[in-house]
Protein backbone atom coordinates (compact mmCIF):
# COMPACT_ATOMS: atom_id res chain seq x y z
CA UNK A 1 0.00 0.00 0.00
CA UNK A 2 1.29 3.58 -0.97
CA UNK A 3 1.77 6.02 1.99
CA UNK A 4 -0.38 8.80 0.33
CA UNK A 5 -2.84 7.58 -2.58
CA UNK A 6 -4.80 9.98 -4.11
CA UNK A 7 -7.69 9.72 -6.83
CA UNK A 8 -6.04 11.06 -10.07
CA UNK A 9 -9.16 11.72 -11.87
CA UNK A 10 -9.22 13.61 -13.94
CA UNK A 11 -12.05 14.98 -12.53
CA UNK A 12 -14.30 17.04 -15.06
CA UNK A 13 -17.09 19.54 -13.81
CA UNK A 14 -18.45 22.30 -15.12
CA UNK A 15 -18.04 25.84 -14.17
CA UNK A 16 -20.03 26.68 -10.57
CA UNK A 17 -19.83 23.20 -9.24
CA UNK A 18 -18.65 21.91 -6.38
CA UNK A 19 -15.61 18.88 -6.19
CA UNK A 20 -14.39 17.09 -3.16
CA UNK A 21 -10.62 15.31 -3.39
CA UNK A 22 -9.49 13.11 -0.82
CA UNK A 23 -5.88 11.70 -0.07
CA UNK A 24 -5.50 8.99 2.40
CA UNK A 25 -2.40 8.48 4.24
CA UNK A 26 -1.12 5.12 5.79
CA UNK A 27 1.15 6.58 8.41
CA UNK A 28 -0.44 7.06 11.90
CA UNK A 29 2.42 8.73 13.04
CA UNK A 30 2.09 11.89 10.50
CA UNK A 31 1.86 15.36 11.51
CA UNK A 32 1.40 18.06 9.28
CA UNK A 33 -0.60 17.83 5.87
CA UNK A 34 -0.93 20.21 3.10
CA UNK A 35 -2.52 20.84 0.00
CA UNK A 36 -0.63 22.19 -3.49
CA UNK A 37 -1.59 23.24 -6.81
CA UNK A 38 0.40 22.19 -9.84
CA UNK A 39 -0.20 24.10 -13.28
CA UNK A 40 0.93 22.08 -16.44
CA UNK A 41 4.90 22.47 -16.60
CA UNK A 42 5.07 24.57 -13.32
CA UNK A 43 6.17 23.90 -9.81
CA UNK A 44 4.05 22.96 -7.63
CA UNK A 45 2.76 25.99 -5.30
CA UNK A 46 0.98 26.06 -1.66
CA UNK A 47 -2.38 26.28 -1.75
CA UNK A 48 -3.59 25.41 2.31
CA UNK A 49 -2.54 23.90 5.19
CA UNK A 50 -5.03 21.22 6.68
CA UNK A 51 -5.58 21.44 10.09
CA UNK A 52 -7.57 19.27 12.75
CA UNK A 53 -10.14 22.00 13.00
CA UNK A 54 -10.50 22.39 9.23
CA UNK A 55 -9.49 25.61 7.65
CA UNK A 56 -11.02 27.61 4.93
CA UNK A 57 -9.44 30.01 2.51
CA UNK A 58 -12.30 31.38 0.17
CA UNK A 59 -14.02 28.96 -2.03
CA UNK A 60 -11.59 26.07 -0.99
CA UNK A 61 -12.07 24.13 2.92
CA UNK A 62 -9.55 21.72 4.09
CA UNK A 63 -10.12 19.22 6.52
CA UNK A 64 -8.22 16.49 8.33
CA UNK A 65 -9.71 13.27 9.45
CA UNK A 66 -7.08 11.62 12.00
CA UNK A 67 -9.46 8.75 13.04
CA UNK A 68 -9.68 7.38 8.91
CA UNK A 69 -6.51 9.03 7.80
CA UNK A 70 -7.47 11.21 5.23
CA UNK A 71 -7.29 14.92 4.23
CA UNK A 72 -9.72 16.33 2.03
CA UNK A 73 -10.11 19.94 -0.34
CA UNK A 74 -13.25 20.97 -1.18
CA UNK A 75 -13.72 23.45 -4.08
CA UNK A 76 -16.84 25.44 -4.75
CA UNK A 77 -18.17 27.53 -7.24
CA UNK A 78 -15.55 25.94 -9.55
CA UNK A 79 -14.10 28.61 -11.72
CA UNK A 80 -11.82 27.51 -15.28
CA UNK A 81 -8.78 28.53 -13.49
CA UNK A 82 -9.29 26.68 -10.98
CA UNK A 83 -7.78 23.62 -13.65
CA UNK A 84 -4.51 21.84 -12.16
CA UNK A 85 -3.67 18.99 -10.50
CA UNK A 86 -3.92 18.67 -6.60
CA UNK A 87 -1.20 17.60 -4.07
CA UNK A 88 -1.44 16.32 -1.22
CA UNK A 89 1.83 16.16 0.96
CA UNK A 90 2.19 14.69 4.09
CA UNK A 91 4.73 14.56 6.83
CA UNK A 92 5.45 11.68 8.69
CA UNK A 93 7.00 12.60 12.31
CA UNK A 94 10.71 12.08 12.52
CA UNK A 95 10.95 12.70 8.59
CA UNK A 96 13.02 14.90 6.73
CA UNK A 97 11.39 13.65 3.40
CA UNK A 98 7.91 14.95 2.78
CA UNK A 99 5.56 12.23 1.17
CA UNK A 100 3.57 13.39 -1.78
CA UNK A 101 0.13 11.56 -3.52
CA UNK A 102 0.32 11.10 -7.14
CA UNK A 103 -1.92 14.26 -7.70
CA UNK A 104 -5.40 14.73 -8.49
CA UNK A 105 -6.21 16.01 -11.74
CA UNK A 106 -9.25 19.08 -12.22
CA UNK A 107 -11.06 20.13 -15.29
CA UNK A 108 -13.18 22.81 -15.37
CA UNK A 109 -15.11 23.35 -18.15
CA UNK A 110 -17.46 26.04 -19.56
CA UNK B 1 10.90 37.30 3.14
CA UNK B 2 12.39 34.05 1.57
CA UNK B 3 12.40 33.17 -2.02
CA UNK B 4 13.85 30.57 -4.01
CA UNK B 5 16.17 31.41 -6.76
CA UNK B 6 16.47 28.34 -9.86
CA UNK B 7 18.35 28.19 -13.12
CA UNK B 8 18.23 28.01 -15.92
CA UNK B 9 14.27 27.43 -16.46
CA UNK B 10 15.39 24.95 -19.98
CA UNK B 11 18.16 23.10 -21.44
CA UNK B 12 18.70 21.44 -24.41
CA UNK B 13 21.77 18.94 -23.89
CA UNK B 14 23.39 15.90 -25.84
CA UNK B 15 23.59 12.47 -24.48
CA UNK B 16 26.53 12.61 -22.58
CA UNK B 17 27.46 15.87 -21.69
CA UNK B 18 27.76 17.55 -18.25
CA UNK B 19 24.62 19.03 -16.08
CA UNK B 20 24.67 21.21 -13.43
CA UNK B 21 22.05 23.11 -12.16
CA UNK B 22 22.12 26.12 -9.15
CA UNK B 23 19.33 26.33 -6.81
CA UNK B 24 19.94 29.03 -4.17
CA UNK B 25 17.64 30.10 -1.08
CA UNK B 26 17.51 33.26 0.16
CA UNK B 27 16.09 35.01 3.54
CA UNK B 28 16.68 32.13 5.67
CA UNK B 29 19.54 30.23 7.62
CA UNK B 30 19.92 25.83 7.68
CA UNK B 31 16.80 24.93 5.22
CA UNK B 32 16.16 21.57 4.23
CA UNK B 33 16.76 21.63 0.70
CA UNK B 34 15.80 18.97 -2.03
CA UNK B 35 15.39 17.83 -5.93
CA UNK B 36 13.20 16.13 -7.47
CA UNK B 37 12.11 15.21 -10.68
CA UNK B 38 8.85 14.89 -12.66
CA UNK B 39 8.32 12.82 -15.80
CA UNK B 40 5.69 14.16 -18.22
CA UNK B 41 2.27 13.52 -16.87
CA UNK B 42 3.65 11.80 -13.63
CA UNK B 43 4.35 12.36 -9.89
CA UNK B 44 7.51 14.09 -8.04
CA UNK B 45 10.48 12.09 -7.67
CA UNK B 46 12.91 13.47 -4.48
CA UNK B 47 16.14 12.68 -5.64
CA UNK B 48 17.97 14.56 -3.00
CA UNK B 49 17.46 15.96 0.10
CA UNK B 50 20.03 18.05 2.37
CA UNK B 51 19.86 19.07 5.82
CA UNK B 52 23.12 20.88 6.06
CA UNK B 53 26.49 22.30 4.60
CA UNK B 54 27.61 18.52 2.61
CA UNK B 55 25.28 16.61 4.24
CA UNK B 56 23.26 14.77 1.49
CA UNK B 57 21.14 11.77 1.41
CA UNK B 58 20.22 10.34 -1.80
CA UNK B 59 16.62 8.68 -2.77
CA UNK B 60 17.34 6.92 -5.71
CA UNK B 61 20.61 5.50 -7.21
CA UNK B 62 21.34 6.84 -10.63
CA UNK B 63 23.33 8.77 -13.36
CA UNK B 64 23.01 12.28 -11.01
CA UNK B 65 24.95 13.67 -7.89
CA UNK B 66 23.95 16.39 -5.58
CA UNK B 67 26.45 18.93 -3.74
CA UNK B 68 25.75 21.64 -1.00
CA UNK B 69 28.97 24.30 -0.99
CA UNK B 70 27.06 26.74 1.12
CA UNK B 71 24.20 26.77 3.75
CA UNK B 72 21.89 27.91 1.26
CA UNK B 73 22.98 26.49 -2.21
CA UNK B 74 22.06 23.26 -3.49
CA UNK B 75 24.07 21.63 -7.01
CA UNK B 76 22.53 18.70 -9.21
CA UNK B 77 25.33 17.43 -11.08
CA UNK B 78 25.83 14.55 -13.85
CA UNK B 79 29.33 13.84 -15.80
CA UNK B 80 27.50 12.62 -18.45
CA UNK B 81 23.27 12.56 -19.10
CA UNK B 82 21.81 9.83 -20.29
CA UNK B 83 18.48 9.80 -22.34
CA UNK B 84 16.77 8.93 -19.46
CA UNK B 85 17.78 12.31 -17.51
CA UNK B 86 15.23 14.14 -19.13
CA UNK B 87 12.53 15.29 -17.22
CA UNK B 88 11.54 18.75 -15.34
CA UNK B 89 13.70 19.01 -12.11
CA UNK B 90 12.32 21.14 -8.80
CA UNK B 91 14.28 22.45 -6.31
CA UNK B 92 12.88 23.25 -3.29
CA UNK B 93 13.28 24.22 0.36
CA UNK B 94 11.88 24.13 3.64
CA UNK B 95 12.13 25.88 7.54
CA UNK B 96 12.53 21.97 8.85
CA UNK B 97 10.78 19.14 9.85
CA UNK B 98 7.32 18.83 9.20
CA UNK B 99 7.47 22.93 7.83
CA UNK B 100 5.42 23.96 4.01
CA UNK B 101 7.51 23.20 1.36
CA UNK B 102 8.79 26.25 -1.17
CA UNK B 103 9.17 25.23 -4.42
CA UNK B 104 11.79 26.81 -7.52
CA UNK B 105 10.12 27.35 -11.00
CA UNK B 106 12.13 24.08 -12.15
CA UNK B 107 14.25 23.39 -15.09
CA UNK B 108 12.72 21.54 -18.43
CA UNK B 109 15.62 19.31 -19.06
CA UNK B 110 15.99 17.69 -22.63
CA UNK B 111 18.61 15.12 -23.47
CA UNK B 112 18.62 14.63 -27.09
Known amino acids: RKEVEQDPGPFNVPEGATVAFNCTYS??????FFWYRQDCRKEPKLLMS???SGNEDGRFTAQLNRASQYISLLIRDSKLSDSATYLC???????????FGRGTSLIVHP | SQTIHQWPATLVQPVGSPLSLECTVE??????LYWYRQAAGRGLQLLFY??????ISSEVPQNLSASRPQDRQFILSSKKLLLSDSGFYLC???????????FGSGTQLSVL
Open chain 1, 89 to 99: VVNMGGSYIPT
Open chain 1, 27 to 32: NSASQS
Open chain 2, 27 to 32: GTSNPN
Open chain 1, 50 to 52: VYS
Open chain 2, 50 to 55: SVGIGQ
Open chain 2, 92 to 102: AWRAGMGEKLF
